[in-house]
């Protein structure tokens, strides 16, 4: 399979015993608070490697670079309107679904910061992979915390975040140090189980679900993450009927370990235009609000075929419509109580490119959203034509 060559090729490129030193950017996100390029960007790592080995590490909190930031960067909307953000920074660099856009702005903020140094790569890791890596390698002890593949990027939360939360008198510069520790010691415990299939496959499964995504300054490497579509991209050379629904978490707390999602989408032809129909459905299944969560406030973009129309909305605030990555899209601000839910409809017309002959339709996978399941509707001709999928990576559905 293409796929699982790709994780083989990029393995062996990167043990390589070719005395070579290789620098790369780790961006960890937390998608428990999700942005539309993964997670909240709440720490980066430089790793160093050599002959295939670790040969140095070093980890900060994004906080602590933010501070050396002396430039005044307008936020994007809705930054200031949600969270009262007045300069943008490392922190909030991953507001694009596009990866390749992210990496850009992540060197940028990290250059502003008077850092400077080319990086061989640029690697986004969401939070969940943790647990998975945990999975492999069984339990470890860091700092007299233990942490397993059920509870550890929950656990961890709770370490850097909570006492913090509940206590503001606490100094928290070094409120994160744990995973400064803790980096190190994941690390070492990859490369000790001996095992090569099984961190392939795990590799292979966090790629292709987008939990981790891969940017490479090497046109060969950048080339092989692309063949597959694991470079994070937005698609630009699809000609057919296109979805992307991104979240950003505007609330600044870790609500998204509880939210839910469905997508119900309709295309009818039947009419002059074809016209589309979406109704996403959030669920907020948290039990109570604490330090960790409130009701869901997020800033939700919808994008879709480049020239289509809005027409009406239920439960979003009216759409800001603009144009970007080669799509048009719909800028939302939604609302999700604690126990509740949200049934969020917009509809709005396509443009004439998209055709009811052959149709064909990608949705692609925001970075950092769990498995979301999906219905297609398709009415043409006096018919209705249904396919349903669950979300893990991008999908494509074929009608004839």
Known sequence: KKELSVVNSLAEELTKKDEKTRTFMLLLQNNMELRPGGGFLGQ???????????????????NLLDQRITAKIQTPYPFEKMMQLKSWKFRDSNFSPDFPTNVEKAKYFYRLAGRGGAFDGVIAINATVLNDILALTGPITVSGVDFNSSNAFLKLEEVVEK???????????????????MTPIVIERLFQVGNISKIVELAHKELRNKNIQMNFSDSNLQSLVSSVYWDGKVATDWGGDYLMAVDANMGALKTDYY???SINYEIDFNGEKPVATLNMNYKNTAPYGDWRTSDYHSYLRIYVPQGAKFLE????????T???????YFGSTLHVLIGGETNIMIKY?????ISKDEYRMLIQKQSG????PVKITVKKDGEEFVQEQTMIKDLKFEFQ
Do not use: C, H, W
Not at 163 to 181: G, H
Not at 369 to 372: A, E, I, L, Q, W
């Open 322 to 328: 603009n144009n970007e990555l080669g799509k048009t």
């Open 349 to 353: 017309e396509l443009p004439d490119t």
């Open 259 to 261: 939210i839910k999602r």
């Open 313 to 320: 909305r239920k439960m979003i605030s009216t759409p800001i």
């Open 369 to 372: 959203v769990g498995d979301v």
């Open 163 to 181: 006492k913090y939360i509940m206590d503001p008198e606490l100094d928290t510069q070094n409120r994160k140090a744990i995973m400064k520790t």
């Open 44 to 62: 980066y790592a430089i790793i160093k490697m050599k002959n295939g080995e670790v040969i140095s590490s070093a980890f900060e909190d994004a």
